[in-house]
């Protein structure tokens, strides 16, 4: 890992910060899964009980903390945008025909791809009754918009699948969309619970929005730099389903014409067989150290929107945030 002059000292723990609030947020979590109907209690569950980072129910936490907001309705909100994105991975999964996701067998590899759908747009349905019952039209907005925008950015990846010729602000596009929306309207969600104006707002969508957008890139370098046991999915997933990411557009311009059409190949018709040699490639040509750079600088950009909040513990973990989801390794 690079020297980093914005990281914080080894002894500073985000999770003990707000370890307290999320224990808030799953008590939600778990209260409001609840459902009369056996397969939704059972799906909902497995999926949720999987856990993850946990990324966005954080930035709700810890935006509104920052803030000087300490309601109740903080923790609803986070569990409401970690039900958003519940949803998102359900739908997913059987778009992309996945069976493994944070190391264990997908909804729709155990369950059925039906029930995985159906499952999700009840995980969809409950998160607006979440938001409903905050009662602030703000929130509806945020969340109504961030929704629409993912479902956009879905259709979009889904068009670009299998494409080696795709612009990388296309493949930006995407990703702003389709991931980086649901962070900023979490940071977003922290503002308009504290009343902020709005140049603080926009200052925190911005920080989600950069968040978003490096998290992902670093999610797209991992698959063709890491490990199946660490990543939690099978390494060469997005290859099998077509897609082309910042690390085999990047292959594909620097590499030799030999190997760009192998690359080329691959993403046209999906294939792994050659995976070794891909991977090599993607190594050879420096894409995997420029998709991490590119994702550093998304993180920079982050830090700087936090120059709008007031010094607190509460930003000080953003900043750590921003630090340790570029140079993560899982």
Do not use: W
Request: proline share 3%; with cysteine; aromatic share 6%.
């Amino acid at each position: 890992m690079t020297h980093n002059p914005f990281a914080l000292p080894p002894a500073f723990d985000v999770g003990v910060l707000i370890a307290d609030d999320m224990r808030e947020v799953d008590a939600v979590i778990q209260r409001r899964l609840a459902s009369q109907v056996a397969l939704i209690d059972q799906i909902a569950h497995y999926i949720i009980g999987a856990g993850g980072k946990r990324i966005r129910p954080r930035l709700v936490l810890l935006f509104s903390s920052a803030l000087g907001f300490a309601g109740p309705e903080r923790f609803e909100l986070a569990a409401t945008v970690e039900f958003i994105h519940t949803a998102t991975l359900l739908h997913d999964d059987v778009v992309d025909e996945s069976g493994l996701r944070r190391g264990r067998r997908t909804a729709n590899a155990l369950f059925g791809n039906a029930a995985s759908v159906l499952v999700g747009d009840f995980v969809y349905s409950r998160a607006f009754q979440m938001m409903v019952s905050v009662n602030r039209m703000r929130v509806l907005d945020v969340l109504a918009d961030a929704t629409n925008v993912i479902a956009e950015g879905e259709v979009l990846q889904l068009m670009n699948m299998h494409d080696p010729d795709l612009a990388v602000e296309d493949y930006l596009r995407v990703i702003r969309f389709k991931t980086a929306k649901l962070f900023e309207a979490s940071a977003r969600l922290g503002a308009v619970l504290a009343d902020a104006d709005f140049e603080t707002e926009e200052a925190c969508a911005s920080y989600g929005r950069s968040l978003g957008t490096a998290f992902q890139l670093v999610d797209d370098l991992l698959d063709y730099d890491g490990a199946t046991e660490q990543l939690g999915k099978n390494v060469g997933d997005d290859l099998r389903e077509g897609k082309p990411t910042l690390p085999l557009l990047i292959a594909m311009e620097r590499g030799t014409p030999t190997e760009r059409e192998l690359v080329r190949h691959a993403i046209k018709h999906g294939e792994v067989a050659r995976l070794a040699e891909i991977v090599a490639i993607v190594g050879s040509t420096g894409a995997l150290h420029a998709t991490r750079e590119a994702a550093r600088d998304e993180a920079d950009k982050a830090r700087g929107a936090l120059e709008a909040l007031p010094a607190t513990p509460f930003r000080d973990a953003l900043l750590d945030l921003s630090v340790r989801s570029v140079e993560r390794s899982s």
